[in-house]
């Protein structure tokens, strides 16, 4: 693939997408992010993680690879599924939503996001939500809203993430391995190596949604010229040659990365949503949830999730969807979920995935150090994302795993 240039600054190299950064990082100069990508698709999450920390920190941690330093913000919630903290190294972006906003917040009126997403997914054919491609919790209220929709007719989930090409072990590409499985591997996707990422899609396709793949390939990137404005192309021309010219009444949720979900320009650029927009002529209900967290706008974070209780909440001035920031007029609705809790030693929303806790078993406990403890399905192949993970101390509290029924397998790294 032809190497696409990286810029240094993190919020550029956000703007572009993460996805094909990555993608163009398998393939770039001697740097520990391919070796990291190497790793990983090897499923040796500690190997690859512990790598890219090293590259992106200097031993008394200060930043040394600010590049290193996004990967691995991305990568270390796979693990631990959370934002990672220290992705408050940049900016607070408090500032970044407009004058005004803790008032606006203040005045405005929290109402349940699932049901309002609901109550407007009725007069479209489209849904478009967004992730940050660090926070596993967006993947879970990705399910959340593929479950609220799948009664109103919606059957394709296109998902951003997903490879378009086939990869080494395989002649599939990653959506025709996922449709023939069911389920992840680690040739599905480098974000859908994160298990709540691959839960979400198993459980789509097991309420009968189709997946369908549409990121721009290597022959549209290099055709296109490239950047951003080649990818959101291909990737708006990508959906409509896979489903809307041969089903242009079809009802689709589309998975995209933070900006990709903009129907209207940003900064000059017109993103995948606005192309789809005006190539269908179909207005898309399109949902921001990367916006406002307690990692970017921690003190407008705070005001609101202060005021939503237990449930992931979209607030209204009057009968007008409350959007601070960038996307103030590019989004229908911003999401703001709920403040972190924790049962079992894990993030309280895992539950919404429907998993039971199980104990994760005495001997793989470690006496020293730390391990990775991991759990498949029994049946499960060697290169299957696991069903879920977590980093495990010695002399700390143990948390439990929170798996689906079924006969299971473990397994641990070090």
Do not use: C
Request: glycine share 8%; charged share 20%; proline share 7%.
């Amino acid at each position: 693939m032809k190497q696409i240039t990286i810029m240094a600054s993190l919020a550029v190299a956000f703007a572009l997408s993460a996805a094909a950064m990555l993608l163009a990082q398998e393939k770039a100069t001697p740097s520990p992010i391919p070796a990291a990508q190497e790793e990983l698709g090897r499923g040796h999450y500690l190997a690859a993680i512990d790598g890219l920390k090293r590259a992106a920190y200097t031993p008394d941690g200060r930043v040394r690879d600010p590049v290193a330093l996004q990967v691995w913000q991305q990568f270390m919630p796979f693990l631990t599924n959370e934002l990672e903290p220290s992705a408050s190294n940049r900016r607070n972006s408090d500032e970044m939503l407009g004058s005004g906003w803790a008032s606006k917040i203040a005045a405005a009126t929290p109402r349940d996001a699932i049901g309002e997403i609901v109550r407007r997914a009725r007069t479209t054919s489209i849904v478009i939500l967004n992730e940050a491609h660090g926070s596993p919790r967006d993947r879970a209220f990705g399910l959340e809203v593929a479950r609220a929709l799948r009664p109103l007719g919606y059957s394709v989930l296109a998902v951003e993430a997903i490879r378009t090409y086939p990869v080494a072990s395989t002649p599939l590409s990653g959506v025709e391995q996922l449709k023939a499985d069911g389920f992840a591997r680690m040739g599905t996707g480098v974000y859908t190596r994160d298990p709540v990422f691959a839960g979400f899609l198993r459980q789509a396709l097991a309420l009968g949604y189709e997946p369908i793949a549409y990121d721009a390939t290597t022959a549209q990137m290099t055709s296109g010229g490239g950047g951003v404005t080649g990818r959101e192309q291909a990737q708006a021309d990508n959906l409509i040659a896979a489903i809307f010219a041969a089903r242009p009444t079809a009802k689709v949720f589309v998975y995209v990365g933070v900006s990709h979900v903009a129907e209207a320009p940003l900064d000059g650029t017109e993103w995948m949503a606005a192309r789809l927009k005006r190539l269908t002529g179909i207005d898309p209900l399109t949902i921001d949830q990367a916006t406002l967290t307690d990692v970017s706008a921690r003190s407008a974070y705070d005001l609101a999730a202060g005021r939503i209780g237990d449930r992931s909440a979209i607030f209204f001035t009057q009968r007008k969807p409350l959007v601070l920031g960038r996307y103030a007029r590019a989004v229908d609705l911003q999401v703001v979920h709920p403040r972190r809790s924790y049962r079992f030693g894990r993030p309280a929303w895992l539950a919404t995935l429907g998993g039971r806790p199980v104990p994760i078993p005495k001997d793989l406990i470690p006496a020293a150090g730390r391990r990775l403890v991991q759990v498949f399905a029994a049946n499960a192949p060697a290169d299957a994302v696991p069903l879920d993970q977590v980093l495990v101390k010695d002399g700390g509290a143990v948390p439990m795993l929170m798996v689906p029924p079924g006969p299971l397998r473990f397994a641990v790294q070090h």
